[in-house]
């Protein structure tokens, strides 16, 4: 069995997590929405995936350039199922107990139109002067 030393792990880990930062800030810096789901098991058993799958489906039938993402826990597993859409203009914002015709909403009122859905909103993931962010409420701190 070959050892492998502390410092070549440190280093391909290094490398593996810099190629992820750059990845993640061209997508976010990308100028076109993007949509996270939160499917970690607290969201699939809230119904991540069907929320999941609605989203990508109206993606595809609206012919849009966004991608959706499914990501890990958020923290927030009593707002689950969780979707987080970035749009150009707009702060981030974490949107809670999503379903799959709040989703159709979501693409259909928001990332086609400009109305944020502020009656599904948790909060947004930045300071800003539209809605109120995450930090700003107690369970986030």
């Known amino acids: 069995m070959k050892i492998v030393e502390m ?3 440190a280093s391909a880990f290094q490398e593996i997590k810099s190629r992820a930062e750059a990845h993640w800030r061209e997508l976010w810096n990308s100028g076109q929405p ?3 789901v939160g499917t970690a098991t607290c969201g699939r058993a809230a119904g991540a995936l069907e929320v999941l799958q609605t989203l990508r489906d ?9 991608p ?7 923290g927030h597993c009593y707002a ?7 749009k150009p203009g707009y702060p981030a914002i974490c949107y809670a107990h999503v379903n799959p015709v709040i989703a159709e909403r979501l ?7 400009d109305d944020p859905c502020f009656e599904f909103v948790l909060g947004a993931l930045e300071e800003n002067d539209l809605i109120p962010s995450l930090a700003d409420f107690p369970r986030a701190n």
Do not use: H, R, T, Y
């Open 68 to 74: 959706v993402i499914e990501v890990g826990c958020m």
């Open 7 to 9: 410092p070549a792990i």
């Open 80 to 86: 689950e199922p969780i979707v987080i859409v970035s």
């Open 58 to 66: 109206e993606v595809k039938k609206q012919k849009l350039d966004c």
């Open 107 to 113: 693409i259909k009122e928001f990332i086609l139109g």
């Open 34 to 36: 993007v949509i996270m």
